[in-house]
């Protein structure tokens, strides 16, 4: 007797799944984020960041920023890994489409959730590049509405469209296209655990290379502070460039991969085993 075929998950049975996938993955995660943040803002290598921090701070300092980052899990990553599937379905972008047609899916859900998410992105990495003491969510939050307004929840919203294109676009484009090569060349089905973890390791290394400067002017344009040193996207990026040279871009690449391939790991291996669990079919 053949199994019943499993159904394609609606929009929001799969943009829920992402985000429970996405919250639980950025609680492995979050340290090597706040490393990176830190490399990006200070200029200081991997050592001399992670041994700072935890001789000034403590290894809580770590976790800083970790509220904000479920918050922005739950909105941008949610709608960036979970609507990807019925997105790309709905271009018909299916297994013998163009790779452009997985990219454009995963570009479109990318960038709608950062808009949604940015202001958690915002307040993610103020609280990250913050070697002081912490202080309460609502005095961050009334403290930067006073000085930055409710334009400063959107600072850097055209990098961060941008990245998330980007990011999506690699992220789940890549993962796609690895997944009909491996299953190809191996017989292992679509959802076989092997198959999700060997195309998630690709993908998250693609993603790196790509995404990396556009993380970098985010990062800058988003810890402005109360002074407002860029004008916009292509002044951060000149003046980034100027300063400290194009190679700058790329600067934090080991702890940026460092997150990338763990976390689109965990995020992809996470919301497989939901698909599978509630009967849907996997991406």
């Known amino acids: 007797m053949s199994e019943a075929p499993l159904k394609s998950p609606t929009l929001i049975q799969s943009i829920a799944l992402g985000g429970a996938s996405c919250v639980f993955t950025v609680n492995f995660t979050h340290p090597i984020e706040t490393v990176k943040t830190r490399m990006q803002v200070s200029g200081d290598g991997l050592v001399s960041v992670v041994s700072n921090t935890f001789k000034n701070e403590g290894p809580g300092a770590f976790y800083k920023g970790i509220v904000w980052a479920w918050g922005r899990e739950g909105s941008y990553a949610s709608i960036k890994l979970g609507a990807y599937a019925p997105v790309r379905d709905a271009l ?41 003491s912490s202080k309460s969510l609502t005095a961050v939050v009334g403290d930067f509405y006073a000085t930055a307004g409710i334009a400063g929840f959107y600072r850097g919203i055209s990098a961060n469209i941008m990245r998330a294109c980007v990011l999506n676009a690699t992220k789940m484009g890549v993962y ?108």
Request: aromatic content about 12%; hydrophobic content about 40%; charged content about 15%.
């Open 92 to 132: 018909g972008a299916g297994k013998e489409s163009p790779f452009y047609m997985k990219f454009l899916a995963g570009a479109i859900t990318g960038g709608v959730g950062s808009i949604v998410g940015n202001p958690f992105d915002v307040l993610k990495t103020m609280a990250q590049a913050n070697t002081g």
């Open 176 to 283: 796609d296209i690895a997944k009909g090569v491996v299953t190809e060349n191996t017989g292992w089905s679509r959802k076989d655990l092997r198959t999700t973890f060997c195309s998630s390791m690709v993908s998250g290394f693609a993603m790196t290379c790509t995404v990396s400067p556009f993380d970098r002017i985010r990062t800058a344009l988003m810890n402005q502070g109360d002074k407002k040193m860029y004008s916009g996207f292509v002044d951060c990026a000149l003046s980034l460039a100027k300063n400290d040279g194009i190679t700058s871009f790329w600067r934090g690449f080991i702890p940026i991969w460092a997150r990338f391939a763990p976390t689109a790991t965990i995020q992809l291996v996470t919301i497989e085993f939901l698909y599978g669990f509630f009967g849907l079919k996997s991406i």
